[in-house]
Every structure is written in C-alpha cells, then in structure tokens.
C-alpha cells in the first residue's frame, strides 16, 4: 500500500496496516517530515531497496533502551527507531524485507503501541529531531468515517480501549473527518491534530477551531490543547486517531468491550 512520498522516493506497506503522521509529539512528526508504521512483530522495509549504513543504542529518560538504524537510499538516509534490528551493516535491503523487531522504547507515551517511526534525511544530517525531508501523504477512502459521538468498546488493553462508531458514512483515511478531509492526531495529550487538506477554519465533534499553521505539504495543524475530552461525563486523557485505522482510541481504563459510551469534546 502506497503511503507517502517525498522526493519521488515512495513509501510502502502491507495492507490492513494502520499509521500515523501526526499523532506523536515527536518534532518530525509536528513537523510533516515522519510517519510512524505500527507493524504487528517485525519491521518491514518500506522502500524499493536500500544499504544498512549505522546502528546506535540510545538511553532514554525511563531507563528503558531504544535503537536507531540508519539506510542509505540513493541519495538520502532513512532514519528508523523503536526497531531492534537482526541485520548487519552493509546489508542490502528490498521493499517488504523484515528487518528488526518493534519494541516498547523508553521515549513512548504508556498508551503508545510498538511502531516503527520512519524519516528520510540528508546524508550530512542524519541524527537530529528536526530537518527532516517533508512527507507528501497519500489521500485514500480506507476507512468507514464515524458519524456522531456514539461507540462501543471492542477491545480493551493495559492502558487504554479501542472503540468503534455505532454509525458511521463513506470512507476516509482516518475515521474522523471534515467535509471530505480527514483528521489526524493525540487530542487534547499531544496538545496539536492535523488535517489532510486546505481549510482555515474545522469542526470537530461539534467545536470550530481556527488552523494555527499551514504547512507546505497542504496539511492544517490546530491547537488542540484547548480541548477536554468525556466519556459518558468523565474526562479522560484523550483520543488517538489514526491513519487506516477504524476505531479511535480512547486513554482511559473506565472501560470494558461492549460497553456503549458517549465521546462529547468540548472547549476547556
């Protein structure tokens, strides 16, 4: 499945494979120039093909270890982490190659599912948060887009359940839209969404909110640390959406599969 492009070089994963551009408080990702993949066990290599350039380990603020590998694709150097790799450096890789494992990083949120975060970077700068090349996302119907603020919870996890929309109409990229154009995002806990297309102003679940910035690639950030999100009239910390992926996720542990609930966000 085609994903994103930048610099005629093109992104690819398996199908029924859900992402995120927009839904990380990571700077490449506020910044359009990072996609996160969630693989279920191992990382797949999503371009054409490449060369393994570096391995680093790197600490991070819990204790727990993360990992950066570097590639070099024809000329740029994708940067990947959260992947512990079972590869050598000088080994070539082609589109769909399992090339490590996703793993559970120290820099992750409780809430957050393994992935792999994925940037494409010029070979002279390849280690920094921000710089990276801006990503072109591709617009596909791949998902049913909810109607109302009607769920039920279909699966339950440590820190958090999914739940999907009672109704729901045509399709998107993501399950919340505007007008045709979809949103993205950690809203209100990673304080800024994101929408797929040009538009000054959206609504969401009732609220109209101003775009705060525009950037190059057509895409809408909105401050969305003015919003508090209920449940059934409890706040929670938020609600994830994300790309080819029908449910949202609600961080709350209130919650158990079946149960029929109510998402009202509003202004705090």
Known sequence: MYIAKTSNINFWIPEKTWYS???????????????????????LFPFEEGIVREFRKINT????????????????????????PFIKIGDKLYLGDSFGKVISSGFLCP???????????????????????????????????AIGNKFIVVEREKNYVWVKPLNHRG??????????????????????GAIFGNTNRIDLMGN???IKEHLPNGIGLFDAKCFRVEVNGVECIGIGIYCNQP???????????????EIKISKS
Not at 27 to 43: I, K, L, S
Not at 72 to 80: A, M, Q
Not at 171 to 192: A, D, M, N, Q, V
């Open 247 to 261: 449910f949202l996720k609600l961080i709350s542990k209130d919650f158990e599969e079946e149960d029929v609930i």
């Open 61 to 84: 603020r819990r204790g727990i270890e993360d990992s950066l590998i570097l590639v070099d694709i024809n000329n740029f150097v994708l940067k990947i982490l959260h992947v512990k």
């Open 111 to 145: 809430w957050s599912d393994k992935h792999a975060h994925f940037e494409l970077r010029k070979p002279d700068d390849p280690y920094r948060a921000r710089g990276g090349l801006l990503l072109m996302p591709i617009i596909q119907p791949l998902t049913p887009i």
């Open 208 to 210: 109209s909110i101003d």
């Open 171 to 192: 399709r998107g990229l993501t399950p919340l839209s505007f007008h045709g154009k979809p949103i993205e995002g950690g809203i209100p806990h990673y304080h800024y």
């Open 21 to 43: 551009f927009f839904n990380s408080p990571y700077p490449a990702h506020r910044n359009g120039t990072a996609v996160d993949v969630y693989f279920e066990g191992e990382a």
